[in-house]
């Protein structure tokens, strides 16, 4: 808590892009989504689909449905600061195979803008080739995809390799999203919009 | 109809592994299992545990639960003339973390017995590096990784490349449970236990 209580206000007036589908974990789009909101930024989930997402519980229990805040193809990811990918088996599995989804992702890349991806969220990462030469973490189950796809995969709460921000699972999510906002508020802020 | 018809006693004598858990896509497991019996084999469900697996349909609805025959500790993968890999996204991403059943599948590639894998199945081959220099096909999300693991990926209803038969999703199943019987039928029945 004291570590929350001192982001206050660091990402105001930042805009965030969760972008997630069917079978996101729960609490990796929750609890990211609160702390970034605790620290001022505005967020909206985007999704590959309108209306709503499934949200899971260990990957196989289904919970709540979230509102999408728009869609992919309407999102301009010129006008987010920074991306976040969480988990679930389901979520990237979907994502991944969507063109704009994977394009959106690509965009925050190749702008070396911050992205944070937790458990299975790097998946999409792994198909937009954004894991070349990165030192990264991931749910272990994707070590082997994330090292053939060239990263340097390490079992750590936390990883940071430039403007790139992993974690392992819903146990990491406390130094995950700390260090998920002190990254973004470290960056330089894009243009209003 | 006619082919299953025309496939009677072909499997004769063998005896087939089917190595799933939690998550398993329910028609992925149930059709195969069913044509390979049909065709005279004995099958035994595989898992990581004991007890019973939870069969999904669509990845993300819960289904029945199956008997599990033999935990994979206790199985002697040289008592199966062949091995099968049902999908299901969740099933193969908990597969693959588990040594042993990583393990039981490489014995298989390294008997170069006939291995049967359809939609995410595959995952778990690609743990078990076995997918270089192979031509094969799977559920299209799993592409990037089996070409990062080095495998030639086709989209196919079915593809054989030497005991490798693999197919994309439930839809192709007629073709691959066919394919599959063919492809043990054609084989030496290893020494009977």
């Known amino acids: 808590m004291a570590e929350m209580a001192g982001q206050q206000g660091r990402l105001a007036g930042r805009r965030l892009a969760f972008l997630a589908t069917d079978g996101v974990e729960e609490v990796e789009y929750t609890e990211p989504r609160a702390a970034a909101e605790r620290a001022g930024a505005q967020v909206e989930l985007i999704s590959i689909k309108a ?10 229990d289904k919970s709540q449905m979230y509102l999408v805040d728009r869609v992919v193809t309407q999102a301009d990811p010129g006008s987010y600061d920074a991306l976040v990918l969480p988990g679930g088996v389901v979520n990237p599995d979907r994502l ?4 704009d989804a994977v394009n959106f992702v690509r965009t925050f890349v190749e702008a070396r803008k911050t992205i944070a991806a937790i458990c299975h969220g790097p998946w999409t990462l792994a198909e937009a080739d954004a894991v070349r030469d990165r030192t990264m ?8 995809d994330l090292r053939n796809a060239g990263a340097r995969w390490v079992d750590e709460p936390v990883c940071v390799d430039g403007g790139l921000v992993t974690s392992r ?10 260090t998920m906002v ?10 209003a919009y």
Chains 1, 2 share one sequence.
């Open 96 to 99: 991944r195979m969507n063109w």
């Open 169 to 178: 699972r819903p146990a990491d999510l406390p130094v995950f999203c700390t």
């Open 137 to 144: 973490t991931s749910y272990p189950s994707l070590r082997t």
């Open 51 to 60: 209306g709503s997402v499934q949200a899971v519980q260990h990957d196989l």
């Open 182 to 191: 002190e990254q973004i508020a470290q960056t330089e802020r894009i243009a």
